[in-house]
């Protein structure tokens, strides 16, 4: 397990693991909630203060792959993309304005940590 798949919180740690991320007790290592995969796998978590920013795969996902959780896996956004037939295919990076994706289609989005809007885009091919 990557060491980057692993984040702590409070009295919880969160471990991305076989496509689903895990809420685990501290204390005795107990699984107490499983984040499900919308329609793909999980394969980046980022957390942020206002919560787990959650990006699945993006082959054959449809609608946005990228939203934010809180710490109790309740869902508060989805990201916006830069057109309908897009997708968000790079890592997510926290930057100092926002959070940062690249898309399929070749656009590099800055989003609003609060709403998941873009902020700016520009196109990088």
């Known amino acids: 397990?990557?060491?980057?798949?692993?984040?702590?919180?409070l009295d919880f740690r969160y471990v991305l693991a076989d496509g689903v991320l895990?809420?685990?007790?501290?204390?005795d290592g107990h699984v107490v909630a499983v984040l499900q995969p919308k329609q793909t796998q999980i394969v980046q978590v980022e957390p942020i203060e206002e919560g787990i920013v959650i990006r699945e795969d993006?082959?054959?996902?449809?609608?946005?792959?990228?939203?934010?959780?809180?710490?109790?896996f309740r869902e508060l956004w989805v990201a916006q993309l830069p057109s309908d037939s897009d997708s968000f295919a790079n890592p997510v990076s926290r930057v100092r304005d926002g959070l940062s994706c690249g898309s399929w289609e070749s656009w590099t989005c800055l989003l609003s940590t609060k709403t998941g809007k873009i902020i700016s885009k520009e196109f990088t091919k």
């Open 1 to 9: 397990m990557n060491p980057s798949d692993v984040h702590s919180a």
């Open 22 to 27: 895990k809420k685990i007790t501290q204390l």
């Open 58 to 72: 993006y082959y054959k996902f449809e609608g946005s792959n990228v939203y934010l959780v809180d710490y109790d």
